[in-house]
Each structure stands twice: as structure tokens, then as C-alpha cells.
């Protein structure tokens, strides 16, 4: 989500259940033989590998979870071969989604995607209908109290970062996606840990969002794609003050 919700939506994904950590882990093992495919398999010499498995041990997930997703992904054990798609489409009230899919089978991630946007009021758009409404940029989020805003603008200069957004949340950090490997590494040797860590999809277009009950459409939406076994990511550009937010998701 776009704006501040990009940590309101950190935030609730912090707060997984038991319930949920099925899925959770399911998401992470794939990220991590994709990246482990196509980066090779040491942590040290694989920045994206390295950002996931940060992610892996905060969700607390198992050592020999991460061991078998890497080999898998190097080849050392067999596997299923997972495709990465991007599909485009427009949810309810025009907003735009991009949606990161890792499916075994196009067929069956496509029709589902498209079934989810059609029951929500919105539909899946050709490619490059929705693109240009977003920056295709690294990401990093970092929570205020890491770093001040004096040294880290220090250490943005010498890392090459594009942008440094500060909120009341926190900084955000955009840079060339050529170069996300670089800054992951900057930001590890400098001991500074990242709430978020991806390249991602940023919106430079905004539908500002104040119905509530567009909202919770918007969230059941987002909900809706999250349960997908295939979705890994999921980008849109609506943007929603808290009280709106905190509404939709009551």
C-alpha cells in the first residue's frame, strides 16, 4: 500500500498467527529457492538470499526449512521448478495492482487471480496497463530509532541511494534495482537492520482512498490474494490515513 500504509501493512504482517505461519513459511521457502537459483546458495556472496533469510529467522522459521528451500534452489535436491509472473490489474475505486506470482502451473495462477479480482469489483489489466503508475526501485524501510537522519543520509550518499523519505514511522531508502546488492550489502556491514528489504513495486500515483466501505472492499481484496498459494507480493496504490485503515480493518 502506498504511503505510510507500506508500514501499517509491515506492522500487521508482524503480528502473525499460528494460523497463518503455515503460509508464511510456504512464501519464504520459495522466495529462497528462487533466490538461491538464481544467486547461488551462500549468504555471503547473495544479497537477496541474505535479505530473505533475515526474514526467515524473524518469522522464526526452522534451520532445516531454509537448508532444504537452498538446496532445492542450487540443485543439491530435487525440487518442483516454480515460475516467477508479475500480472497487473485494477481493484474497485481504479486502484492499481501489481501482483508477484510463484506458481508451478500458469494456468491454474492465472484463472485464480483473475477470479479474486473479478469477485472484488476490480480485473486483471494486459501488461504494462498498470506499470507505469510504479517505480520498479529497491526498497528499504528502517525504524527511526536504528539511526539518525544525519548518519544515515552519510551513509546513503556513499551507498549510491536514490531517495531517502523520512516519516513519522520511520526512513524509507529507494535506489536503482541494478544496485539493491550493493546497498543490502552496505546496510549489513554497517550493522544496520531493515524492517523492509525487496525490490519492489513503489506507486508514484495514488488513489486516495476515504469510504470506508471501499476500504474493507480493498482490504478483503488484498486478503483474498494473500491466501493464493502462489501470490508471494502484493503492490497496489491506494493510499488510506490510519483512521481509515484502522476501519477497514475491524
Known amino acids: 500500500m502506498a504511503g505510510h500504509n507500506k508500514w501499517?501493512?509491515?506492522?500487521r504482517a508482524k503480528?502473525?498467527?499460528?494460523?497463518?505461519?503455515?503460509?508464511?513459511?510456504?512464501?519464504?521457502?520459495?522466495?529462497?529457492?528462487?533466490?538461491?537459483?538464481?544467486?547461488?546458495?551462500?549468504?555471503?556472496?547473495?544479497a537477496r538470499l541474505r535479505t530473505i533469510l533475515l526474514r526467515a529467522r524473524e518469522a522464526n522459521?526452522?534451520?532445516?526449512n531454509i537448508d532444504y528451500a537452498i538446496k532445492k534452489g542450487t540443485g543439491e535436491l530435487p525440487g518442483v521448478v516454480f515460475d516467477e509472473l508479475c500480472y497487473e490489474g485494477y481493484g474497485p475505486g481504479g486502484v492499481a495492482f501489481v501482483v508477484k506470482v510463484s506458481t508451478d502451473n500458469k494456468t491454474r495462477a492465472a484463472q485464480e487471480i483473475r477470479s479474486?479480482?473479478?469477485?472484488?469489483?476490480?480485473?486483471?489489466?494486459?501488461?504494462?496497463?498498470?506499470?507505469?503508475?510504479?517505480?520498479?526501485?529497491?526498497?528499504f524501510l528502517i525504524?527511526?530509532?536504528?539511526?539518525?537522519?544525519?548518519?544515515?543520509?552519510?551513509?546513503?550518499?556513499?551507498?549510491?541511494v536514490d531517495d531517502i523519505i523520512t516519516t513519522d514511522h520511520g526512513y524509507e531508502l529507494r535506489c536503482d534495482l541494478h544496485i539493491f546488492d550493493k546497498v543490502a550489502h552496505a546496510l549489513a556491514d554497517a550493522g544496520l537492520t531493515t524492517e523492509v528489504a525487496e525490490i519492489s513495486y513503489i506507486p508514484t500515483v495514488t488513489v486516495p482512498i476515504t469510504d470506508v466501505s471501499l476500504a474493507k472492499t480493498l482490504v478483503r481484496l488484498h486478503e483474498a490474494l494473500d491466501d493464493s498459494e502462489d501470490v508471494q507480493s502484493i503492490y497496489?496504490?491506494?493510499?488510506?490515513?490510519?483512521?481509515?485503515?484502522d476501519a477497514a480493518h475491524a
Open 61 to 64: 522459521m526452522p534451520a532445516d
Open 15 to 46: 503480528a502473525v498467527t499460528d494460523a497463518r505461519r503455515g503460509k508464511v513459511f510456504s512464501r519464504l521457502s520459495r522466495e529462497i529457492t528462487s533466490a538461491a537459483k538464481s544467486g547461488g546458495g551462500s549468504s555471503e556472496t547473495n
Open 236 to 245: 497496489s496504490n491506494e493510499e488510506m490515513d490510519e483512521a481509515t485503515s
Open 116 to 139: 479474486v479480482f473479478a469477485r472484488y469489483g476490480g480485473n486483471l489489466a494486459q501488461n504494462g496497463a498498470v506499470m507505469f503508475q510504479f517505480l520498479h526501485a529497491g526498497q
Open 143 to 160: 525504524a527511526k530509532e536504528k539511526i539518525s537522519e544525519d548518519q544515515l543520509m552519510e551513509f546513503a550518499i556513499a551507498a549510491g
Open 8 to 11: 501499517s501493512k509491515v506492522k
